[in-house]
């Protein structure tokens, strides 16, 4: 049985980071592209970042390019978002999966972490 378990969201103001971890079980992690999407209220859910399964590359929405990185620990089976910088924008409830082409692998979510930013 697959499971995503999202953590490290909070409230934090403009300009602040926070380091989010998804940890996953019931799948080969070490072989699958990972990544983040986040939705926030009243719109769609949207990929945010995506490693690939040995961790050498790593592709971001424009939105967040050059603010957030991606990295992974195949190891823990653990996936990590850092983000600096953070704009009111990044407010959204952050979710992980594994990623198959473009499109999310796995229909069931985790409960996702939520990311406010605000003064």
């Known amino acids: 049985q697959v499971q995503l378990v999202e953590s490290g969201g909070g409230l934090v103001q403009p300009g602040g980071s926070l380091r989010l971890s998804c940890e996953a079980s019931g799948f080969t992690f070490s072989s699958r592209v990972m990544s983040w999407y986040r939705q926030a209220p009243g719109k769609e859910r949207e990929l945010v970042a995506a490693?690939?399964?040995?961790?050498?590359?790593?592709n971001y929405a424009d939105s967040v390019k050059g603010r957030f990185t991606i990295s992974r620990d195949n190891a823990k089976n653990t996936v990590y978002l850092q983000m600096d910088s953070l704009k009111p924008e990044d407010t959204a409830v952050y979710y992980c999966?594994?990623?198959?082409?473009?499109?999310?692998?796995?229909?069931?979510w985790g409960q996702g972490t939520q990311v406010t930013v605000s003064s």
């Open positions: 999966n594994a990623q198959r082409g473009l499109a999310p692998l796995f229909d069931s």
């Open positions: 490693i690939s399964s040995a961790g050498s590359n790593a």
